[in-house]
């Protein structure tokens, strides 16, 4: 079975529905689980010079949803016995796809399990997919949940 697993949170109904079931296989299979979020690149578009308050802000606030994220993880892998042992994490300043291929590279997991929104169309075409970029950047297996 698997011994690391990461699981891609955001705090989102689809990556929460991702961690159940993250939780679920790491307890069945006594594999560890990193849970990883990841916080894009500081969306600097002005002109002029950049004002340091806004990228506080922005990294403030990205620190505050991991941590969220992170929580209700955490009370997944207590809420039965045995506990899932967790390691949280936050990845800053990167693309969500790399940072999550990245992170399961070094962490050595062999397993990545993400929520997808399931957005079709424009809304696809527009902002595009992480879990398809996950999906062709990593060598490990993928598993994705809706």
Sequence with gaps: ???SI???TDGSAASDH???LAVNMARLSGASLT???VSDPYPYLGVGEVNPMGYQAYS???QHLAAEAHAKVEA???AESPAVKLEVRLVEDVAAASGIVESA???GCDLIVMGSHGRTGIARLMLGSVANKVVAESSIPVLITR
């Design 60 to 62: 403030t606030a990205a």
């Design 105 to 107: 590279k070094e962490l």
């Design 76 to 78: 997944l892998c207590c």
């Design 35 to 37: 849970a990883l979020y």
């Design 18 to 20: 991702a961690a159940k």
């Design 1 to 3: 079975m698997f011994k």
């Design 6 to 8: 990461l699981l891609a």
